[in-house]
T-cell receptor, first 110, second 114 residues
Framework: GQNIDQPTEMTATEGAIVQINCTYQ??????LFWYQQHAGEAPTFLSY????GLEEKGRFSSFLSRSKGYCYLLLKELQMKDSASYLC???????????FGAGTTVTVRA | DGGITQSPKYLFRKEGQNVTLSCEQN?????MYWYRQDPGQGLRLIYY???????QKGDIAEGYSVSREKKESFPLTVTSAQKNPTAFYLC?????????????FGAGSRLTVL
C-alpha cells in the first residue's frame, strides 16, 4: 500500500511564504504530484517531481527527496486566491496507480 | 473543447437504489479513474482502467461497479451494497505512455443518499 502524510491545515498572511510538507511510503515510486483544489471544485495540476531536487514554476516550487520519502510544496508571495486545499499524490510505476494524501487546507489572511 | 464531462452534477438517491454516474472524455486518453472524496479524507481510488475492456479495483471498490466498453466512457454504478455512498465523486483521465501521467479531472458529481 501507500502511506501519504501531510498537515491538515496551515494559515499564512498575504504576501508571505508557506511550505507544505509531505512524506510518503510506497513501492515502485514513479513520481510525485501536487494538485490544488478550491472548495467544491475539481483538483487542478500544479507540479510533478520524479527526480530529486527543486522544480520551480512561478510562485510555486516543489522539492523531492526520494531517499527520504519527503517532498514539499512552497508557495511564495501568497495571494488570497491561493486559499485552497493542496493535495500530495504519489504514482507507482507498475500500475500507474495514483494515490492521494488527505490534503492540506491553506488559508491566506489579509 | 477537449475535456471531461461528468453528469449529473448533483444526484439524490433513496436507500436501496442503484445509481450510475456518467464520465465522458474527448482527450483521447487511455486511462480513466474514479475517485471518491469525503471531508478530511482526500481522494480515494474506487476503480481505474488503463485500456478499453479492462479495469482494476482501487482501494475502496466494494459496492461499486464500472465498465469500459468505449475509450471515451467510464461510467460508475453505485450499488445498494455501498453502505455510505454520500460523497463527491471525481472522474479523471490520464495518459501513462506519456511519462508523467498528469491526471485531468472532471467537475465532479455530488451524490446524496436520503
Amino acid at each position: 500500500g501507500q502511506n501519504i502524510d501531510q498537515p491538515t491545515e496551515m494559515t499564512a498572511t498575504e504576501g508571505a511564504i508557506v511550505q507544505i510538507n509531505c512524506t510518503y511510503q510506497t513501492s515502485g515510486f514513479n513520481g510525485l504530484f501536487w494538485y490544488q483544489q478550491h472548495a467544491g471544485e475539481a483538483p487542478t495540476f500544479l507540479s510533478y517531481n520524479v527526480l530529486d531536487g527543486l522544480e520551480e514554476k512561478g510562485r510555486f516550487s516543489s522539492f523531492l527527496s526520494r531517499s527520504k520519502g519527503y517532498c514539499y510544496l512552497l508557495l511564495k508571495e501568497l495571494q488570497m486566491k491561493d486559499s485552497a486545499s493542496y493535495l500530495c499524490a504519489v504514482i507507482r510505476s507498475n500500475d500507474y496507480k495514483l494515490s492521494f494524501g488527505a490534503g492540506t487546507t491553506v488559508t491566506v489572511r489579509a | 473543447d477537449g475535456g471531461i464531462t461528468q453528469s449529473p452534477k448533483y444526484l439524490f438517491r433513496k436507500e436501496g437504489q442503484n445509481v450510475t454516474l456518467s464520465c465522458e472524455q474527448n482527450l483521447n486518453h487511455d486511462a480513466m479513474y474514479w475517485y471518491r472524496q469525503d471531508p478530511g479524507q482526500g481522494l480515494r481510488l474506487i476503480y481505474y482502467s488503463q485500456i478499453v475492456n479492462d479495469f482494476q479495483k482501487g482501494d475502496i471498490a466494494e459496492g461499486y461497479s464500472v465498465s469500459r466498453e468505449k475509450k471515451e466512457s467510464f461510467p460508475l454504478t453505485v450499488t445498494s451494497a455501498q453502505k455510505n455512498p454520500t460523497a463527491f465523486y471525481l472522474c479523471a483521465t490520464g495518459q501513462p505512455s506519456r511519462g508523467a501521467n498528469v491526471l485531468t479531472f472532471g467537475a465532479g458529481s455530488r451524490l446524496t443518499v436520503l
